[in-house]
């Protein structure tokens, strides 16, 4: 907080010094080239932080321009009131664009062209509604800011549009420096695994989608008041393909780069296209195009890599033991699905398994490759859909529910290849798990940089030495601590049952070793409840309580350790002998 | 009395005719501009942001032809071989670097797309020019009079557009093509060079955004511009039609023609536009698995 207005300030006040001695014709640049400034870091935003391409953030840039200029320029004191609609405007187009988009989990590839393709429409519209919009000459004699009955003078208004830019970018950047960041750089790098620690990802996707609408939307505003006119022009290609270079080359994982972007193009191609207009913007384009080649990150990211500066503060969350009470009590029904049926196509993968996890119980499932183990523990934690049968947990139906209510109810999961937030370190990877406990998006974005953890998962970093390395970026992990680092994060949450998918897999046996024994702690100092899938029959004779076989779809046999090692169907499908 | 009737009804149905017509002739434009786009996506995930560009070119082709005072018609072959060098070359220079991040392609070729309005914008100005109408006039069939050169548009469109789909859905190239979609690696470890195949598709993709450039040509102004306008219909076509067939291309532009001709009759334009979105959106909403399969 300190080093980011240490920051703040001085960037502030050089604004403001050089808005007012600049002369009204610079200062107009910078205040109509800072309002584009925050048109791209609403796309760096969406784009850089969550990772969703959007080419239509033009929509509500130009949808608050329009309105933005048909209230002032009947009231032309309302900027205040029309600054506060044209927000509300772009958030709520934002928001049903995003609902379309995601909700039903539509490709990244076709987010993108179906925003492209609103934008373009919009358009058209914008052309030819002539009543609403004046056609292709569009709305002119827009007033500058206004309040109070009287309006800015060009000076005041290059000022306050400078100042107004300058302190909501910083807004952004502390937005994203709260835990809303992390998590939305976790949906980039792995949704999946965002959404498996009990993340609504769709639900803060949509969330983001609509805060980047509302900044495009007061963008939109702030450029019509300095622009005076607003024509269809606003939804186009040319300016469309302009906020994605400006985002692109000054770098969009970081929330100065879309600045740094913008003003270096912008302010390039004021001073250029006088003398050399046609090849300038032949020129951005090739720079576009090279760009996307040779820099596909972006100048800012790119030049702090260089100066061996990481791009993301890596200011730690700090770890604290979470203190919780004893152990509930154990209820007998912790885990239950019933008669599940699955198919892929004409492929039955699982076909009527019934399954029951209870509480006091370390349970291992096993069964020759392609039996449907995986797809059966992505079904106990929701990841996967099924047909038939049902599934319930601690005596709730949770059948057809997706899988981040599963994780809130306390399932945790840990994939077969590991599954960690590559760009974050390893204390954000666990406090991302931590903060799931409170995951509303707004909660989120107040809460503080520090994570309450379990005891169980500081075990786990402790005893394989990740404690020591809070700050190492989790991509740079070997396979083993990633594998380890995963199991802490399924702890660290809330954690009632946990799955594990091969936990051992590319481990040494030692280190086998070394997982089942802590496996053996968690179960017998917390009560808790684990299923694993396994392949090494000597990791199973050292943790499980009881073997649960499956073979081709089906549930072929169920006991202890040596009641399976002696059943003969067990026997003849390992082994390929008959009876 | 009986008279006055006989002539509203045939009036009312020279009308429904000429709308048909009308329907008929946007049905078959929407169909050969969205066709490269519904190749180069539906067969290799690559979404071009610069298909309106090609036609662009197509069109600026047609406009060389006729300044060199050769026949309208020998832009239309024309067009497709200069199209399918320029697409291969860009596939090779471009696209085949970054296939497997489909946002790289997509930000690509909207690169591509400014190089290439400048380009046309240095070479030939940005003054609108012209290909004129080979053949201006009007034919009289079905009791109604209707431009010669629009039965020509729809014949050599929808022959294009029917032939290339059967060469991809009927010939080996096709099944080849189909066989990478369906799995890179796979294809590639069983001896397919998919290589040379993405080239020709990538090419073929190109090559009918040239034939649908110097179609239309002649309808309007040629200028750097071109392309924009066609964009967007074609973008609608395909996400109507879905991604993952490539007769998607034809039942899009279909219902996106039927939709529009409707709502322009009976509305206006405006209206036309707002259905046709309200159409995208509900089809994306209703084809999850196809959509999402397109590129996974």
Redesign the interface.
Known sequence: MRRSLICFAPTLGAAAIASLYLGDFRAGQLSLFLSLAVLAVSLGLVWGYAGILSLGQLLPFGVAAYLTARITTAHPSLSVAALAASAAAGATISAIVAVIAFRRRLALVVVGLLTLMLSLTFEQIAQQWRDVTGGFNGLTNVPRLGAFGSTLSETWQNFTITIAAVVIIAGVVLLLSRPIGAVLVGIRDNERRVEALGYNTVGIKIWVFSVGGALAGVAGALYVHRTGFVSPGIFGFTLATNVVLWTLIGGRSVVVGPVVGTLLINFASAALADVWLQYWVLATGVIFVAAVMFVPDGLVPSILRVAGRATRRRRLPQIRERTEGPPAKPNDAVMEAAAIDKSFGSFNALEGVSLAIDAAELRCLIGPNGAGKSTLLDILSGQQQHQGGAVALFGEDYTGHPAWEFARRGVSRKFQAPQIIRSLSVAENIALAAWSARPSPWELTRAAWVADVSTGALQVLDSTGLADRHATPAGDLSHGEKQWLEIAMALAGTCRVLLLDEPTAGMTAAESIQVAALLRELHTRFSLPILIVEHDMAFIRAVADRVTVLARGRLLADGTVAEIEANRDVRAVYLGVEG | MSRTTDTTWRRRLNALTLELLNGLSLFATLAIVALGLGITFGLM?V?N?AH?EFIMVGAYVAFVVHEAGWSHWVSVPLAAGVLFVLGAVIEVL?IR??YRK???T???T??????????A??VFSKDFQSAPNPVPGATEALGVLFPTYRYILVAVALGTVVMTLLGFTRSKFGLVVRAIVADRDLAESAGIRTGVTNVLAFGLGAASAGVAGALVAPLGAVEPNLG?SY??SA??VV?VGG?SRLWGVLVGALVVAVVQTTLIHYY???WA??A??VL??VM??MR?SS??G???
């Open positions: 995930g979404i942001l309106g471009l670097r970054i489909p946002e790289l997509i930000l690509a909207f690169g591509l797309s400014i190089v290439l309005r400048q380009l914008e240095l924009l964009l967007p973008f609608l996400i991604f206006d334009a405006v536009l707002i046709s979105l995208a959106v994306l909403q999850r959509v999402a397109a590129t996974a």
